[in-house]
């Protein structure tokens, strides 16, 4: 299948413009564990939080918008079993499910799996709908994360917010600019080619 006949079909992702195969699929999603978790390693704490400020949301969101919903979910699924399992590539070289922080990470599988739904129907084609696609992937991550860190801290929800969710706005907005010129860009360079 040629590159212009698969940009032209609806549902695309970028990683269908590779060639199909089950070797393929499973390169993806063992790299995008390993992106996530490379990216997790750029982590500044943030004083007053136990939860850094970190550049594995954002590879979570990007995998899943760009291997789509199947292939997203299971990269940030191996990139979760592998963390409980021992592999030290949470934030800060951690690894574990007892930590506060944990549930960003549940948030983070789904992000990935509703991101990749939204991909396949054009959310990465546009930097407006990138952005959508993104603030969508964010609540989510915030839904499961903030209400998970207050139950493990004994923060109530307020305070929870205060130290989950508010000291990461800005870092979020910048991670969704650089995806709103990323994935477009990418599309726009590959139908060029096509």
């Known amino acids: 299948m040629s590159t212009a006949s698969v940009i032209s079909r609806p549902g695309a992702v970028l990683a ?7 070797t393929k699929d499973i390169a993806l999603v063992l790299g ?3 992106l996530t978790g490379m990216a997790a390693q750029i982590a500044v704490p943030v004083p007053g939080s136990p939860v850094p400020v970190s550049g594995q949301t954002f590879a979570a ?5 760009a291997l789509g919903a199947r292939r997203g979910f299971l990269s940030l699924a191996l990139y979760a079993v592998a963390g409980m399992a021992g592999v030290p590539w949470f934030a800060q070289a951690t ?3 007892a930590m506060p922080s944990f549930g960003y990470i549940l948030g983070m599988m789904l992000a990935a799996t509703v991101v990749g739904a939204l991909a396949r129907r054009g959310a990465d084609r546009s930097m407006l709908r990138t952005a959508g696609a993104m603030a969508v992937g964010s609540v989510i991550i915030y839904a499961v994360g903030v209400p998970y ?3 493990a801290t004994g923060m109530t929800l307020s305070q929870a917010v205060a130290a989950g969710l508010t000291p990461f706005l800005i870092g979020d907005a910048l991670k969704a600019a650089l995806a709103m010129g990323v994935l477009p860009a990418a ?3 590959i139908g060029r080619r096509g």
């Open 16 to 22: 269908d413009l590779l060639p199909a195969s089950r």
């Open 61 to 65: 969101l990007l995998v899943g918008t």
């Open 149 to 151: 860190l207050a139950l």
């Open 187 to 189: 599309w726009k360079l």
């Open 95 to 97: 690894s574990g499910y």
């Open 32 to 34: 995008g564990a390993a």
